[in-house]
């Protein structure tokens, strides 16, 4: 009887097994949230517990390349068509994934940064009450070997095709991990990969697949090293890619000294306020997060939308929902990415301030401080990188005005704007939205500034325009 039911029961029929080894890269601080709140800190990294080091979830992983693949396919729809990761969790005779994700220690003993944070009052511009927070964070340049296992029963081309798809996201950097993804933390890379497909139909295959070293981690250095998963698995990706979206990257320079305040500083005898740094490859660099330039993008997109004095949903659609006011909201993401930005060749200069009574004039007593501004100079410059998510053409106006605010000066972003710190100036940027593509430039102050057909864009302000006062 129980030979006869192990007979009829419907059991997988497993004819290949692929595994894929890579080295994966993280190109800005990173997120692995624990949800312990018993650390020193308010968001703590997600540890091994035997080791040092940081653990990152093949659960995290999977639902990354899931998300990816949905938008790639169906245009951040919530339609699902791929069979690579299974059936929904909605569906009760949904299919288990054919994907194996592992969990992945990080290579070397866990870096870590603090980052500050705080919510701003969008009418008094100063903190809100109670609303600072802080959260560690993986230092970038930290990497972790990454495997995960395609176990094929049948449709063997389309797995595959869908597997090159994901991992190729990967390998361009177009999927982030952890908390903030839209802030710009948790970007990464793949930039070095290693596969092995056994069929295991034939004898001599399985028993590679048996004896093959599962419990290792990490490269194999005696087997062939690819740059690219696709020339890997020898498969290329000619789909069309169904996401929507706005991209728009602008080249600023610093037209006054900059200021971001920094919980933590570099020494023990650093100034009162100091510049927020970050790690790129070993070295520090001065930031702009993409937190602070986020913050100041929606107050001002408020303020817009507030003169006109019509539709403020655009607001929580575009920036995501915020509670303050109104508990009762539904919520949602935001659609505005905001990466966090580098910024080359500066200097750090020290500034001493003093308080002053305003009932004498005078100097008030031990109110003096001092703070440390980076200044720019003919060589600095910055990316600023925004994407928008299914873009409605009013929309598109909207961020066009919040472009030309940041590129005449008109938008500070830090802090201390009160004092003329804070102000870009730009250089150069490029839109582009389906197959349209617009440049904007403008060498200098002096000259003036050249768009490829202002018509084009002057279209989508003038969208912005109906939508807020009809």
Not at 122 to 128: D, G, L, N, V, W
Not at 209 to 231: K, M, N, R, V
Request: charged fraction near 30%; aromatic fraction near 6%; charge should be negative.
């Amino acid at each position: 009887m129980k030979c006869e039911r192990i007979r009829t029961r419907n059991q997988r029929c497993i004819r290949e097994r692929i595994i894929v080894r890579g080295r994966l890269i993280l190109d800005t601080p990173t997120c692995l949230g624990s949800g312990d709140t018993d650390g020193d800190a308010d968001l703590i990294i997600l540890r091994d517990s035997i080791e040092e080091k940081a653990l990152l979830m093949g659960s995290s992983i999977a639902g990354a390349l899931r998300n990816y693949l949905r938008d790639y396919q169906s245009g951040y729809s919530s339609i699902e068509s791929s069979l690579l990761f299974g059936g929904q969790r909605t569906e009760e005779e949904g299919e288990q994934s054919p994907l194996i994700v592992n969990d992945a220690l990080s290579c070397e003993q866990m870096k870590v940064e603090l980052r500050d944070g705080v919510k701003i009052n969008s009418i008094t511009r100063t903190a809100e009450d109670g609303a600072k927070y802080d959260l560690e964070l993986l230092e970038a340049g930290t990497t972790f070997d990454i495997c995960c296992e395609l176990l094929i029963e049948n449709n063997k081309d389309q797995l595959i095709r869908e597997l090159v798809i994901v991992l190729q996201g990967l390998e361009k950097g177009e999927i982030s991990i952890g908390m903030k993804k839209r802030r710009g933390f948790g970007r990464c890379h793949v930039e070095k990969w290693q596969v092995w497909q056994f069929d295991l139909r034939e004898n001599e295959q399985r028993i590679k697949w048996l004896t093959f070293p599962h419990w290792t981690t990490g490269l194999l250095p005696e087997y062939s090293i690819y740059d690219s998963i696709a020339d890997a698995l020898g498969v290329s990706v000619d789909g069309e890619d169904k996401r929507d979206r706005i991209t728009i990257q602008a080249t600023f320079s610093l037209a006054s000294p900059l200021l971001i305040r920094s919980g933590q500083a570099s020494t023990d005898k650093a100034p009162d306020v100091v510049h927020l740094k970050s790690r790129r490859n070993g070295e520090l660099k001065s930031i702009l997060s993409g937190t602070s330039l986020a913050g100041v993008l929606r107050h001002r997109a408020e303020r817009i939308v507030n003169t006109l004095k019509k539709n403020t949903n655009i607001i929580d659609e575009i920036f995501g929902v915020d509670f303050s006011n109104d508990t009762t909201k539904k919520p949602k993401a935001s659609r505005l990415t905001v990466d966090e930005v580098e910024i080359n060749n500066t200097t750090d200069l020290v500034q001493n301030r003093i308080a002053i009574d305003r009932f004498t004039g005078g100097a008030l007593h031990g109110a003096l401080f001092n703070e440390q501004p980076i200044f720019g100079n003919d060589e600095t410059s910055l990316v600023i990188k925004l994407e928008l998510r299914q873009p409605k053409p009013f929309e598109i106006g909207l961020l066009l005005l919040l472009l030309k605010d940041l590129w005449t000066g008109d938008l500070p972003v830090g802090g201390t704007s009160s004092v003329g710190r804070g102000r870009l100036q730009g250089k150069e940027a490029t839109i582009k939205f389906g197959k349209e593509t617009w440049t904007i430039v403008q060498k200098s102050v002096d000259e003036l500034l050249i768009a490829d057909n202002p018509e084009d864009l002057e279209k989508f302000v003038a969208d912005l325009h109906k939508e807020v006062t009809i």
